[in-house]
């Protein structure tokens, strides 16, 4: 296997976040449900390229936090990137029920390019915009018949 040449910034960088996912590592075993650790925690290791370690972060957040859409998000880029679609559309279902909005966003994120190759998703993405235009519309014209 042919080793890549890092330039001395990305070795520092490298281990900037080496340093930094040993301190929150540190911190979970003392206080296992720190969400703000995990979380960080999480969103390292997948910059990071250990991917399956932050599926398992993102796995324990959706269960300490339920409700938040953006957990769920994550969730789905983690099942993404390691190429379980079907893991990953349930995942961004779920955010999008709880509240996440940001379709442009989504249609970009490089965490969900295997996701977006699926028609499932695509089919389901035309529904939600759809529906979210019907529901803009909708408030539109509330605010032309208000005093």
Known sequence: MKKI????????????????????EGILKNKPDFV??????GDLYTKRGFIEKGL????????????DPYVFYNLACSY??????????????QAIELGYKDFNF??????????????????????????????QDTDKDDDQHRP
């Not at 398992?56 to 409700?67: H, M, N, Q, T």
């Not at 965490?111 to 529906?131: I, V």
């Open 80 to 93: 993404s990137l390691l190429e379980n679609v079907d893991e990953a559309l349930s995942s961004i279902k």
């Open 106 to 135: 989504l249609e970009q994120d490089d965490d969900l390019e295997n996701l977006r190759k699926d028609q499932r998703f695509q089919r389901y993405l035309t529904r939600m915009k759809n529906r979210k235009d019907k529901q």
């Open 56 to 67: 398992k972060a993102d796995v324990k957040l959706s269960i300490l936090k339920p409700e």
């Open 5 to 24: 040449k890092l330039t001395k910034k990305e070795k520092e960088r490298l281990e900037a976040m080496d340093y930094e996912i040993a301190f929150y």
């Open 36 to 41: 703000e650790a995990l979380s960080a925690l």
